[in-house]
Structure formats: structure tokens, C-alpha cells
């Protein structure tokens, strides 16, 4: 039990009003279960709490890193500043020989960066996400991963067995749950993916998919089907409100209209987007005004490189203030999607700092340069396009402390050193 | 003297190539005059020279912030999800009745964010200079700054005699070198361009100048003119070898041949231009491949809103792979633009990490999670898409330690609140 004393800020999604709302010199306590129990001015101090002094924190709701890659930190900044086909054929080169350790490894790398830059979850998909699930549940972050269909690395028949296996093995965990995995359509044939929906709706899990991510992707499918990613996939029923569809950056106006009407969730990976010069551009504005659910994630260290959320929000807003000649897309947009929204996909209780919500929070140390002058007016945007991740003081899923810069920062970081050493002599046959 | 042992990586511009080179495990030494001495492995020791074990760091020169507004560190955040001409006008009403001390305030907090995140020089144009060069004068930063030809604000008489003084002023400084600053051709008459033009010449000082910034700036001057910015101010003489071109986010194909022909230097706000939706897109690509020389800053702080140049090199790679829909701008143009082109703009022999050239240098920490695993091959790609400026540890200015984070953290992080208290008291009548 948590008892946050005289929070500098709590900022947080205000639930009556929709918009985002600001209290300042709170406190905010945690019960047994995880769940947030109270929010106020000076909470009586109750033996069993343990407190901590939050005089020059602002506490936020966890954000959700709604598409990574996580184990992809093993080939962060390798080959990258080459043209994206060449570097994709590098990626597939290195990926068809992974081992579950190097998997195991660079997940663990990958899950210290997100805890420690105020990530509390995440939606993955890798190869062998039984090994990332692993140190998930050990950290205590929460993932919702799954093998991928993708008829070119694995059979469907493969891919089902080890999602079923995986099932079985989340049963016992507390932190991770299954997801089914669609690497895309151009990867997989139309009788993979009718597979894939069955079986999601069998085991009643959501499906993550890469789709209408370039131009290329879009020409191809509407050459070989006559129809428009969007159209072809929600034809073959895997437009479901339980579908998540990742990057669009060249989704067509009356696709939009399939996908709300389906009640899907959108993810957009701004970095990665314009990192890989897909020139895509998602319509996030026309998207939020139609009431379509958008979450934020990084996509894989190898297309970012980093898996910070908040320098992600940030390349947010940028991107579409360029992209729509003016400032609609603002600082409240971008938070309630990385908290909120991605709570939401998740179906989980949180994204919100109430009674009753999960306190899946994060302390932000803004006694700094460059966070100031700090003030109730300018503290959202302040979070927006200032912090970084390495502001975070502490990570916390249900309630648990799963990052205390105090506590842990000298011992992750020898841990991940061990690591990199690690990755770097497996990656020695790799570099010319 | 500095003795710099064992650095994990040191990476610099190659005067031999012209490309980045990467060294491993070098020393080096640094002369009591400040300037580069040595590079090598294990050099040897010898008395007077202070040894600093850097196996955990990697050493690059310092980071030029070509173009920003220092003392706006007091408006970070205010009102700045308004539409830009709301903004303006906000802006513009606390900066009609700036104090002295508000200025040395604001310039004191944003100097110890460049410092602590690794820029060792930058180029400013804001109200009451003086304040600002005492603060870097003191704090051992390096500046370029001078009085606002703007007439709306200030007589073009005033704006010289304070010039004059500050001239004075910076002879008996190291840091800190004049200019003649223009804020641009909206704000000031064509006698007031003129007279800014001719102080620089009889000075012997470079001109710096916001110009093609929006849309509305370009149609303006081409109606009353009949010619676009460029052409404009360069038939007034105003674009020279000693020209600093800002913004030039609206420039026309044969306004960079003005630019190319008098070897004037171009410089890129890449946030800025994003975050205030003036849907600008500087050509850099031409530019560079022209031989024109660019460099980046970050602008002020109510418009980025950080000061932070790494965050700045990484929004610059992907804005122009977004606009040009290709990955021909990469980690080693921009590290150039930052570095070497800076230090080139600024006529001081640094910039790269060789014998003879100013020690100014910065040392970041990459022990740690976010920036591994890290090898030779990837070195570059992890500064510029990774590392942000929190992960400096150490910046040095003539091989002066300004700033080492583990001497100056908390002190500077007290110094901050003391001004960020007085800055919010400042301001409480502006807020509503």
C-alpha cells in the first residue's frame, strides 16, 4: 500500500468532462489490490502505507507503447541510415536465425528502457513472445503479445499451435495477456488470415495488424484483390472492435468509415513513419472527430531507435501540425491517447488516475532546467514537449514499484551492459 | 589540463574525408590554453593534467544551437496549444514590458539547460543582450548576440547605440561575441534593413535574420516589393558571406542560388517550424548538395519547447525523410550541420576533435538501457535517434568543465527552482 504524498501536479483524463485535468499538492493513495483508493489534500497517514514525498513530482498515468517490437532492441541502429528495402532484407536476415535467448535478452533490454522511461504497457509482436512474456511477468510490465502470422517465416499451422501453448502458458500469469498477430497482408495468404480471425474469435482475443503502412502495400492489394487494404480485411471479417490496425499511414476516406463503423482501434507510429520515409500520413484529426479510438506506440527500436512514449507523443503533435498547416492536434490529444486510449484496447481499467482505476502511475522528476517554469497552465504541455523519459523517477503497475530510479538505476545498469555485451557478440557475424 | 582516458568512442568529423569517424578507445589531452592537444591510445600521464576516466562515455565536440531566444525559457509553455497569431500576440504582451532581471533569469535557466545538455555555444537574438551575455560570460557558454533591429519595438537609433555598447561590452569578454540582429522584413522598414547592413559592415559583424518563415511573410513581401525575401534583402546587400539566413521554410529554387552565390549560412528550426504549423520545408537536401552551409537550432523555448539539441538533430533527419519520401538525409548530415557547421558560422577553429582546435567537448553516458547495445557501427545512429540531452554528463567549454553532472546536478537543480519561483511570480499577471 502506496500513500504518494503533496504530488507537485496529478494529471490525469477528467472522466465528467472528458478533457484533461489538473490537481496540484495532492495526495493520492494505493490499496493492497493495486487500485487507486483516494485522491485529496492531505490523506491522513495510515499505518501499512508505506509514503513517499512526491513534493517535486508530477504523477501521470501510465502510458501504453501500443505497438513495439520489443526484442527488436537487439538491431537498434543497425544498418539505419540505408534505403528501406535494403535495410528490411538486413532485419529478415539477422530475424530468421534468432534463439530464444537472444529473444529473452534483448526483451529484457527493451522492457528495462520502457519501465524506466514511464511505460507500463505494451502491445508487442515478435517471434517467440513465450521468452518476451517471460521477463514481462518477472519486471512486471504489462504485454499483450503473440506468435505472428506470416506464411513467409512460419506455417499458419505453427503459428497456431504456439498461440494456443502461449494461451495456456498466460493462464498463470498476472501481467500478460494473448493476442493474435497478423504481420500483414502482403506476408500472409487469404486462408491465413481467415485463420487468424477464427481462431481470435474462438479464444475471443484481439488482433494486432500492420496495415496500409506504404503506398506499395496499397498499389499490390488493390491490384491482386480489386479492393483497398481496409475493405479486403474487413470483407474476410477482421474489422472487429476487438481488431487493432497499426500505421495507416495510406488509408483511403471511406475506409475510415468501415473502421469506425466496426468499432477498431487505431495505432499510429509517427516516429517509425517518417524514420522509414513512407511519407504516410494518418488521419488522425478526421479519425478522433469521427470517434475512432487512436492509441500511440514506437514501433520497434530498430525503426525509432528509442521506445521513449514521451519524445513519441511529441513527434505526435509535430508531425500533424506540419501535416495539417495548423495547431487542431494538440498536447491533450496525444496524452489521452498514450493513457486512456490505450487502456481502452487493453480493456483494462486504468489510463486514468481515479478510485477504482489500476495505479499503474509514473512520478516525473521536473525540478530541472529544462522543465521550467513549471505551472498548473503549462504542465500538460510541459509533459508533451519537454520531458523525456529519462525524467522518470518511478514506475508503477497495480500499485507495485516496478522503477525507482533511487532504487534500481545503478543495478539495471549493469544488468543491461551484461546484456549488450551479450547482443553485441551475437551480432558479430552480422557486421561487415 | 584534461586528460581524457580510455574513451568508449570518440566521434568527429574527419577533416581528411570529410565524412564522421569514429575512434575506440582513445585518449585525449587537452592543452592549458584550452585547445585539443593529442589524440591517442594510452597516452601518457603526466602532472598538471586532471585525469577523468571516460570508459563509460563517448566524446563528441560540443553542440551549436545556431538560432534561439534564450531568455523565452519564460514563456516555456504559455499558451501554446493557441492557434500561432493568438500565441503571437500573447508572446508579444509580456515582452512589450520585460524587466532587466527577468531577462538575466530566464537566460540563466535556459543557459543551464544548454549547458547540461550539451551545447557549448549558440546564437541568440532577444531584448536586452547584455543581460544574456553576462550570464554566458559567467556561466563560460559561448554566445553570439546583439540588440533587435525590429521597429515595432525599438527605434532603429536605440537598436544601434545599444549595439555600440554591447560591443564595447564584449571586449572585455571571452565568450561572448556581438552581432547585428534583424528580426525580419515584416518588422522593419527598408532604411531600418539598411542601417542593420551597414553596422555590420563597419563592425565587422555577422547578420542574423528570420526570414521565409510562413506563407503570409512571402505574399506580403512580394506585393510590396515585387520581389521574394531573398531577393529583396539581397539587392539591399544584406545577404553576404557573413549572413545568417533562420527558418527559410518558404524559399524559392532561384532564391538559393542568391544564397549559394554569396556564400551566405542557412539555418534550420526544424520543431519550431513543426510545432508552430507554418507547414514550412526548408530544402536542405538542395542546400547541402549546393554547398551551401546549414546549420540547426532549436529556437526559443515557447516554440520548440525544448532547448535540447539532440532532440533537435533527430526531428530534422525524419521531417525531411517524411518530406522528401526518402532516407537521403541521415545521422551524419545533421551531426555536421550541428558541429562542424556551426563552429564554421561562428569563425572559431572547433566543431571536430583534433589537435589544435578549441576543446569543446561533451561527454555522454551511454551506460544504460536506451542507448545499448552500442558498437562502432552504430555509434552515430545512437546519438542522433537516441541519446537525448539528459544523458550528458559532462560539457566543456576551451577546456573549461562547465558543466559535469555529478559536481553541478544538485546545485544547478536548486539554482533552477529559485529562478523558476521568481519567473511564475513574474508572470502571474499575464495568466487569466
Given at each position: 500500500?502506496?500513500?504518494?504524498?503533496n504530488?507537485?501536479?496529478?494529471v490525469?483524463?477528467?472522466?465528467?468532462?472528458?478533457t484533461?485535468k489538473?490537481?496540484?499538492?495532492?495526495?493520492?493513495k494505493?490499496?493492497?489490490?493495486g487500485?487507486?483508493?483516494?485522491?485529496?489534500?492531505?490523506?491522513?497517514?495510515e499505518?501499512g502505507y508505506?509514503?513517499?514525498?512526491c513534493?517535486?513530482?508530477?504523477?501521470?498515468?501510465?502510458?501504453?507503447?501500443?505497438?513495439?517490437?520489443?526484442?527488436?532492441?537487439?538491431?537498434r541502429?543497425?544498418?539505419?541510415d540505408?534505403?528501406?528495402c535494403?535495410?528490411l532484407?538486413?532485419?529478415?536476415?539477422v530475424?530468421?536465425?534468432?534463439?530464444?535467448?537472444?529473444?529473452?535478452?534483448?526483451?529484457e533490454?527493451?522492457?528495462m528502457e520502457?519501465?524506466?522511461?514511464?511505460?507500463?504497457a505494451?502491445?508487442?509482436?515478435?517471434?517467440?513472445?513465450?521468452q518476451?512474456?517471460?521477463v514481462?511477468?518477472?519486471?512486471?510490465?504489462?504485454?499483450?503479445?503473440?506468435?505472428?502470422?506470416?506464411?513467409?517465416?512460419?506455417?499458419?499451422?505453427k503459428?497456431?499451435n504456439?498461440?494456443?501453448?502461449l494461451?495456456?502458458?498466460?493462464?498463470?500469469?498476472?501481467?500478460v495477456?494473448?493476442?493474435?498477430n497478423v504481420?500483414?497482408?502482403?506476408?500472409?495468404?487469404?486462408e491465413?488470415?481467415?485463420r487468424?480471425r477464427?481462431l481470435?474469435?474462438e479464444?475471443?482475443?484481439?488482433i494486432?495488424?500492420h496495415?496500409?503502412?506504404?503506398?506499395?502495400?496499397?498499389?499490390r492489394?488493390?491490384?491482386?484483390?480489386?479492393?483497398f487494404?481496409i475493405?479486403?480485411?474487413?470483407?474476410?471479417?477482421l474489422v472487429?472492435?476487438?481488431?487493432?490496425?497499426v500505421?495507416?499511414?495510406?488509408?483511403?476516406s471511406w475506409?475510415?468509415?468501415?473502421?469506425?463503423?466496426?468499432g477498431?482501434?487505431?495505432?499510429?507510429?509517427?516516429?517509425?513513419?517518417?524514420?522509414l520515409?513512407?511519407?504516410?500520413?494518418?488521419?488522425?484529426?478526421?479519425?478522433m472527430s469521427?470517434?475512432i479510438?487512436?492509441?500511440?506506440?514506437?514501433?520497434?527500436?530498430a525503426s525509432?531507435?528509442?521506445?521513449?512514449?514521451?519524445?513519441e507523443?511529441k513527434?505526435?503533435?509535430l508531425?500533424?501540425?506540419?501535416?495539417y498547416?495548423?495547431?487542431?492536434?494538440?498536447?491533450?490529444?496525444?496524452?489521452?491517447?498514450?493513457?486512456?486510449?490505450?487502456?481502452?484496447?487493453?480493456?483494462?481499467?486504468?489510463g486514468?488516475?481515479?478510485?477504482g482505476y489500476?495505479?499503474?502511475?509514473v512520478?516525473?522528476?521536473?525540478?530541472?532546467?529544462?522543465l521550467q517554469?513549471?505551472?498548473?497552465?503549462?504542465?500538460?504541455?510541459?509533459?508533451?514537449y519537454?520531458v523525456?523519459?529519462?525524467?522518470?523517477?518511478?514506475?508503477m503497475?497495480?500499485?507495485?514499484?516496478?522503477?525507482?530510479?533511487?532504487?534500481?538505476?545503478?543495478?539495471w545498469?549493469?544488468?543491461?551492459?551484461?546484456?549488450?555485451?551479450?547482443?553485441?557478440?551475437?551480432?558479430?557475424?552480422?557486421?561487415?
Open positions: 500500500m502506496l500513500h504518494l504524498r504530488c507537485r501536479f496529478v490525469t483524463h477528467d472522466l465528467a468532462t472528458g484533461i489538473v490537481l496540484e499538492e495532492v495526495d493520492i494505493v490499496r493492497e489490490d487500485v487507486v483508493e483516494k485522491i485529496g489534500k492531505n490523506l491522513r497517514t499505518s508505506e509514503v513517499v514525498d513534493r517535486r513530482y508530477v504523477v501521470i498515468p501510465g502510458l501504453v507503447n501500443a505497438h513495439t517490437h520489443v526484442a527488436m532492441t537487439l538491431l541502429g543497425f544498418c539505419d540505408e534505403e528501406v535494403t535495410w532484407q538486413h532485419m529478415w536476415g530475424e530468421r536465425e534468432l534463439t530464444p535467448e537472444v529473444v529473452r535478452l534483448a526483451s533490454l527493451g522492457i520502457m519501465l524506466s522511461t514511464g511505460t507500463t505494451f502491445i508487442d509482436m515478435y517471434y517467440m513472445p513465450e518476451t512474456a517471460e514481462a511477468e518477472r519486471y512486471g510490465i504489462r504485454a499483450a503479445l503473440g506468435p505472428v502470422f506470416m506464411d513467409v517465416m512460419y506455417s499458419a499451422k503459428v497456431e504456439d498461440l494456443r501453448n494461451v495456456t502458458m498466460c493462464r498463470g500469469m498476472r501481467y495477456r494473448p493476442i493474435v504481420h500483414s497482408i502482403y506476408t500472409c495468404t487469404r491465413t488470415l481467415e487468424a477464427d481470435a474469435s479464444l475471443n482475443l484481439n494486432q495488424i496495415i496500409s503502412e506504404t503506398r506499395h502495400e496499397v498499389y492489394c488493390r491490384k491482386e484483390t480489386g479492393k487494404p475493405e479486403y480485411i474487413a470483407e474476410l471479417g472487429t472492435e476487438r481488431t487493432q490496425l500505421h495507416l499511414g495510406w488509408v483511403a475506409e475510415l468509415g468501415i473502421i469506425r463503423d466496426q477498431a482501434t487505431v495505432t499510429h507510429c509517427p516516429v517509425s513513419s517518417m524514420k520515409a513512407t511519407a504516410g500520413f494518418l488521419p488522425i484529426k478526421e479519425m469521427m470517434g479510438r487512436v492509441t500511440i506506440g514506437t514501433d520497434g527500436a525509432n531507435n528509442t521506445l521513449d512514449m514521451f519524445r507523443l513527434a505526435a503533435v508531425l500533424h501540425r506540419h501535416g498547416w495548423s495547431t487542431d492536434i494538440n498536447a491533450q490529444h496525444v496524452f489521452t491517447a498514450a493513457t486512456v486510449r490505450g487502456y481502452e484496447l487493453l480493456n483494462i481499467k486504468g486514468v488516475i481515479a478510485p489500476v495505479a499503474d502511475l512520478l516525473i522528476d521536473v525540478e530541472k532546467a529544462p517554469p513549471l505551472r498548473r497552465d503549462n504542465v500538460l504541455s510541459t509533459l508533451v519537454c523525456c523519459g529519462r525524467d522518470v523517477e518511478m514506475t503497475v497495480s500499485g507495485k514499484v516496478v522503477y525507482w530510479r533511487k532504487r534500481d538505476e545503478e543495478k545498469r549493469e544488468r543491461a551492459m551484461e546484456i549488450a555485451n551479450k547482443l553485441n557478440k551475437y551480432m558479430e557475424k552480422y557486421l561487415t
